[in-house]
């Protein structure tokens, strides 16, 4: 069972890959293997949670007392836009993680092309609040 920051923090690695492969090259592993452990998972749509708990810890022994919820901002606020029946008047297309694993959105932006989940490789998809 998924709690309830597992999708937020799986849109944090899906958005913020690369940061976080600096920062874990930078911290006492040395390495990328947490993060890619949970990529790995999330692509065999396998368990995350062990794996996201890891990095977790990981980033937090690198100095950042946050860890993997320091990256989350952009994600967090996706709540407020998902339930169904919610009500709104916006009709802007918004754009989803494509596998649905994570809860990274993403608006359109003119001269921006559209990004690719980290975790899929595919464009993320459009949806229409
Ligand atoms: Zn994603």
Known sequence: ????GEAER???VCA??????ADLRDGP????GPVERVLAAARDGGDTAGALAVLHAVLQAGGD???LDGYTDHAGAIRGLRPAGISTTRAEPVYLCPAG???RYWWPQATVPVPHCTISSSMLRRERL
């Open 10 to 12: 799986l849109a944090a």
């Open 1 to 4: 069972m998924a709690d309830g």
């Open 16 to 21: 913020h890959l690369e940061e976080i492969r």
């Open 101 to 103: 694993r994570c809860a």
């Open 29 to 32: 592993g040395g390495d990328e």
């Open 65 to 67: 007392p946050l860890g």
